[in-house]
């Protein structure tokens, strides 16, 4: 009868070779294990893709929410700057100009329209590269640990930029502070992380690109899962999936920034205060009387408008302010939250005219506007010397042939060619010209 040999359970050796095989189940569970992510659709050459129109993309976000600052003139006056530690992350200001007349509603609209269309593929990039930010060990040299940092606050300045971002266009303030010193900041932020991550992974991207197409093993690749599920969509297939969506995004809310058929689609865009109607002052309104406290008392027949500088403090009357030589302008407006008018034809008295009977005939340095409003940001709003100057910019007293109507400025506004809309400042009370 020949020996056999049986496992015993109880033997010293059976029991740690149980135990071992029991812990690598365990740990082939937790998500720093290689074959936990299974998806095939994931790869380099997927990544690098999206990486590089998110190259693209976020360039031209951070550049156009650069433009968008510098058109506040936050280095004006305070009333203008709500990031008063800037420092030299201001070093790029400059005279924002009035010509043309559409640059900002333009600069603002791709910042905004550009950032809804990037949020699939964002998705889609932070989904393809989930199994590095849980790769073990965490760092394996210097260069490994700069990268891991780097990605850290990639993601975590992506998430930031882009969730404060999509609720300020939709006018849902739910984050703590300001929206202006938390997105400026945080811009920089993310863009010096993106910038990093770029330098180290954009030239393997476009190498990987070139080396064959989107199925094409790579060697290394450390997002391909070495035990794949099998295949229900194609890498070609999910990005157009992440196409398809950013597609659907963007029909649902370019049409907010920039006319055409489009804008009875643009569901997805803020529509701020309840559509005004139709007639001529029938156009989008962002805040209203009633929002920022403006009643009836404050412009009614004792309204008087204050005009300071040199020449002493003038008042006129709204019926006074009619009988000066008045000008029409074709302007939109334009805001940071996402939204445009088209062109409406205002009519009033050049800002350029009110500076000269100030005492400023050959032009004024600036101009600081006050509002009646009692409540909300930019009550008080500073302009340039070229703004003050350009003839198209009014202290507007009607539109579209019209009164203004309450809720557009009544009994006076601010229109500026190429200005943010905040800075065309409704219900005006005080015009002061000179040094600010």
């Not at 940092?149 to 930029?161: M, N």
């Not at 690109?209 to 229900?232: C, H, I």
């Not at 100030?358 to 010397?385: H, I, K, T, W």
Request: net charge positive.
């Amino acid at each position: 009868m020949g020996d056999s040999h049986q496992e015993n359970p109880h033997h010293p050796a059976t029991g740690l070779r149980a135990v071992s095989g029991r812990a690598t189940t365990v740990l082939e569970r937790f998500p720093s294990a290689p074959g936990f992510w299974r998806s095939p659709v994931r790869g380099v050459r997927f990544t690098a893709v999206l990486g590089l129109v998110l190259l693209v993309g976020i360039t031209l976000l951070f550049v156009t929410g650069l433009l968008s600052y510098a058109a506040y003139n936050p280095d004006l006056n305070p009333v203008n700057d709500k990031t008063p530690d800037k420092g030299l992350l201001g070093l790029y200001l400059f005279d924002w100009p009035t010509r043309p007349h559409w640059l900002y509603r333009l600069t603002q609209g791709l910042h905004v329209t550009v950032g809804i269309v990037l949020v699939p593929v964002l998705l889609a990039k932070l989904w393809s590269v989930v199994p590095r930010l849980f790769a073990l060990p965490p760092a394996r040299s210097v260069g490994h640990a700069l990268e891991r940092l780097s990605l850290l606050l990639l993601v975590g300045g992506a998430l930031f930029q882009f969730v404060t971002g999509l609720l300020n266009i939709q006018l849902e303030y739910l984050f703590p502070g300001s929206f202006y010193p938390l997105h400026f900041y945080g811009a920089w932020v993310f863009f010096a992380a993106f910038l990093a991550h770029a330098v180290l992974r954009a030239p393997q991207a476009v190498r990987v690109l070139r080396s064959g197409g989107l199925n094409g093993a790579v060697r290394g690749d450390t997002l391909e899962s070495p035990t794949p599920a099998a295949p229900t969509l194609s890498r070609r297939g999910a990005l157009a999936m992440v196409g398809a969506g950013s597609l659907v995004l963007l029909i649902t809310s370019a049409g907010r920034s920039f006319d055409g058929p489009l804008r009875r689609l643009a569901v997805l865009t803020p529509h701020g205060a309840a559509e005004p109607g139709s007639g001529p002052n029938g156009f989008q309104i962002n805040k209203t009387a009633a929002s920022v406290g403006v009643t009836a008392a404050d412009t009614g027949a004792d309204w008087l408008l204050t005009v300071s500088g040199p020449a002493g403090d003038l008042r006129f009357t709204r019926g006074q302010l009619l009988a000066m030589e008045q000008h029409s302008a074709a302007l939109p407006i334009a805001c940071v939250e996402g939204w445009s008018t088209s062109d409406q034809w205002w009519r009033g008295v050049r800002l350029k005219d009110l500076a000269a009977l100030a005492g400023y005939p050959d032009g004024a340095p600036g101009l600081l506007v006050e509002s009646v409003q009692r409540r909300g940001s930019f009550r008080r709003a500073a302009l340039r010397d070229n703004q003050v100057a350009d003839p198209r910019a009014l202290l507007a007293l009607g539109v579209n042939g019209e009164a203004l109507s309450p809720d557009h400025g009544y009994p006076a506004r601010i229109i500026v060619p190429a200005a943010p809309g905040v800075l065309n400042t409704k219900w005006v009370s005080r015009l002061t010209f000179g040094e600010l």
